[in-house]
């Protein structure tokens, strides 16, 4: 098999485009690169989630707000860290900057208000000023639609809009793609189909 | 006195360089021909500028679809619904959304690969079920250039043997995914054939092209040659051949015709100057996608041809179809807690469903293919939105992410494409009052469904949440109503735009002969969906690779007797 010319280069040289050309260059028969060899040329190029930036469009009231629900939507757990660690409030930060959804950014900022309001009147205080246990009893009530009160229909929709943004964000991520365990995204030589276990699980066959 | 060397025109013009433009460039070059070709789009080319293998955190849009393209972020589709500076209108109360790429290769950069022939019924619709027209040639005159397709460009499936789906020249189909077995398995009890997909990916290597390596993103364009695009599997071999000039960033404008109504060339807006060109050629191949087509026809308009070139027939811009299409999604709780494993493979389901039923035992005429989705794909923007239609019904914290995990691939989804009659309601015109920032008259649509397909698109719906219903799954939402047209999307949605410049025996009727060569002016013909008399239930684009190199073959032949 010809190597390709990428391996012996070092990882932070490389650039997306090496390793499709040197994919492109590969011989036309069975040589691939290696899944690791692929895998370690791309952690040189991943981005990684930035340090806490000032934001765009929240406020920074409506940021500590965002941190904080975004993190009690995905928290951190043996797996993977949470939705801070994700980068998701700069994801979100960033989709309602740069995206052309008005009534999106008036959805998420009019809900992050009526959070607020909702906390004043039964505890009188903001959401991010509320106990675990206050902040909780909310979202209890208004994370599951099917149980909702109707009273409370404004809240349920802003946090499906929020938790939509979120799993958005977090999912798409570096760590919510390994948490995931997503195993594409690279080239193998030969495709098995479906894994015996699975295909016993499933009680399928081919 | 300065001598002036006369310039020499070439041999071909040929306006687009997608599936049909591709397929003539090449043909007519391997001939011997001079052929030049005109591109709006810039140069795109998928070995180099693809973006295989980003991740979605590589980018701050995970993905998303972006004004600049419409299908996604890594999508090798520069354009979309809307293109700036190039309007274009419908008449009141039509819904029709016009989806238009400008680039290399046009739609071949990032199209779904599906490859099914038509088959011998599809070219006789008329004969059979009295609507809509007859084609003027028959499944027998394109078999051997079907045949000719799949062995240059490369198609996998399995010989099956299915009246009017004709099998072809099939490399291996690589094997369903776990999700798809569980398909197939509730097809079968339902009686509907599911079968391997019918894709132009290769699983074997093939003139050069290696073989797919399986990272199922065909969309992106592909960086190794291993699907069928018309950039590096036509044009630019055909460059390498030497007779070949391609000038991209040219919107042509207007086809030129000499005195006697021939076409003698065209003429071409350079986007990046402003500046307009005249290329003079003997031979005319408009390619430019059916719509465009048609409407370079409308505004070459001239002392012979007031109505548009090669449109005494009135019928240019007539009998517009798309494909009929609706989807259904739902969860099946057999794939919860999947096994991880990498499901990529290649760009596209590895089964499908042909057309099952005959129709005297329904209320609508014509049929439509299933095409299916889901499972464990790359995460990115969007990922599992509503998450509160699963069982667990919503929440937040520990208990989510817990969900998010085991009910990742457990969504499948079903897509109708289906066959739409012609009628005289669906047609493209030129707007009389609208132009483009080029100064070109845009087009003007009329669409308008019937009651053929909206009762084809029921029968869509009420299969497939009988096909979820059967894989032991529930549908999402609820059956759409009649006033909701039963879910059937707006014309123009499933991007399968044809019959604007169609093909018939009669000059009166029709705008082209069975060589897809124009009645009226013999020098001109039209290669893309445009020709097609008749939407199938089956993609075109198959179909419009083996008429391009049946016509080009065409012209060589009455090249060569000087007949053009």
């Known amino acids: ?206 | 006195m300065p001598f002036f060397k006369r310039r020499q025109p070439h041999d071909v013009c040929i306006i687009g360089s997608g599936a049909g433009g591709g397929m003539a460039a090449k043909i007519l070059t391997e001939a011997g021909a001079d052929v030049v070709m005109l591109e709006a789009g810039p140069h795109w080319d998928n070995a180099t500028d693809s973006a295989m293998f980003t991740w979605p955190y590589e980018t701050s849009w995970r993905g998303a679809v972006t004004p600049e393209r419409q299908f996604g972020e890594f999508d090798a589709g520069l354009g979309g619904w809307s293109l700036p500076g190039e309007p274009y209108t419908r008449a009141s109360g039509t819904q029709f959304d016009w989806f238009r790429v400008r680039m290399l290769g046009g739609r071949t950069n990032h199209w779904g690969r599906i490859s099914l022939r038509f088959g011998p019924d599809d070219f006789r619709r008329r004969s059979l079920d009295g609507l809509g027209d007859d084609w003027p040639i028959g499944y027998d005159d394109l078999a051997p250039y079907y045949d000719r397709v799949d062995r240059l460009i490369g198609v996998f499936g399995s010989m099956e043997g299915i009246p009017n789906q004709p099998d072809g020249i099939f490399q291996p189909p690589p094997r369903p995914r776990c999700w798809e077995l569980l398909v197939r398995d509730a097809a079968r009890r339902l009686d509907i054939p599911c079968i391997p997909s019918r894709l132009s990916i290769l699983t074997q290597p093939l003139n050069g092209r290696p073989a797919c390596h399986y990272c199922g993103q065909c969309n992106r364009g592909c960086a190794t040659n291993s699907n069928f695009s018309s950039t590096n599997v036509l044009v630019l071999p055909a460059m390498a051949a030497g007779r070949l000039t391609l000038v991209t960033g040219a919107m042509a404008r207007e086809i030129a015709v000499d005195r006697r109504g021939l076409a003698t060339g065209v003429i071409y807006i350079d986007k990046a100057t402003g500046r307009e060109h005249r290329v003079d050629a003997r031979i005319v191949v408009l390619a430019a996608s059916a719509c465009e087509s048609a409407r370079l026809l409308l505004n070459s308009t001239s002392a012979q041809f007031p109505n548009g070139l090669a449109n005494s027939s009135g019928t240019v811009g007539k009998y517009l179809t798309d494909t009929t299409g609706t989807d259904v999604a739902g969860f099946v709780p057999a794939l919860v807690g999947g096994l991880p494993h990498n499901e990529d493979g290649a760009g596209g389901a590895h089964l499908y469903m042909p057309w099952w039923v005959d129709n005297q035992t329904l209320d609508f005429p014509r049929g439509y293919h299933i095409e299916i989705w889901g499972g464990r794909g790359m995460p990115s923007y969007g990922f599992m939105g509503d998450i509160q239609r699963l069982p667990s019904g919503g929440g937040y914290g520990a208990q989510l992410k817990e969900d998010y995990r085991r009910y990742y691939g457990s969504v499948v989804g079903f897509s109708g494409r289906g066959e739409m009659v012609p009628n005289d309601d669906t047609y493209c015109e030129i707007d009389p009052d609208v132009v483009d920032q080029w100064g070109i008259p845009v087009l003007r649509f009329h669409f308008k469904w019937t009651e053929h397909e909206y009762r084809q698109v029921k029968h869509m719906q009420e299969t497939f949440r009988a096909l979820i219903t059967e894989m032991g799954g529930t549908p999402f939402g609820t059956m759409p109503s009649a006033e909701d047209g039963y879910g059937i999307a707006p014309g123009g949605r499933i991007i399968h735009e044809l019959g604007v410049t169609r093909m018939g025996t009669s000059p009166t009727t029709s705008v082209l002969n069975a060589q897809c060569q124009a009645h009226d002016v013999k020098n001109l013909f039209v290669v893309d969906g445009g020709p097609f008399v008749s939407q199938a239930d089956k993609n075109p684009t198959w179909t419009i690779l083996a008429l391009s190199w049946r016509a080009s073959d065409h012209m060589v032949e009455l090249r060569n007797k000087g007949d053009i």
Request: charged share 25%; with cysteine.
């Open chain 1, 1 to 206: 098999m010809v190597k390709p010319r990428l391996v012996g280069r070092i990882m932070s040289d490389l650039s997306r485009r090496d390793v499709v050309q040197a994919l492109a260059a590969a011989p036309l028969v069975g040589s691939f690169l290696s899944k690791t060899e692929i895998e370690r040329a791309w952690r040189g190029v991943g981005a990684t989630a930035g340090a806490t930036v000032q934001p765009s469009f929240f406020t920074a009231h409506e940021y500590q707000t965002v941190r904080l629900l975004a993190d009690l939507v995905i928290p951190s757990d043996e797996r993977s860290g949470g939705a801070t660690d994700a980068g998701v409030p700069e994801f979100i930060d960033f989709v309602l900057t740069e995206g052309n959804e008005e009534n999106r950014r008036i959805a998420v900022r009019g809900g992050l208000a009526w959070m607020d309001i909702e906390c004043r009147e039964r505890f009188g205080k903001n959401f991010i000023d509320c106990t675990d246990q206050q902040r909780a009893q909310l979202l209890d009530q208004i994370a599951w639609p099917g149980m909702a009160p109707a009273e409370l229909a404004h809240g349920v929709r802003f946090f499906n809009t929020f938790r939509n943004l979120v799993a958005s964000g977090f999912w798409s991520s570096k760590i919510g793609v390994e948490d995931l365990r997503y195993m594409g995204n690279t080239s193998i030589a030969e495709w098995t189909g479906c894994p015996g276990e699975q295909l016993r699980r499933l009680g399928v066959r081919y």
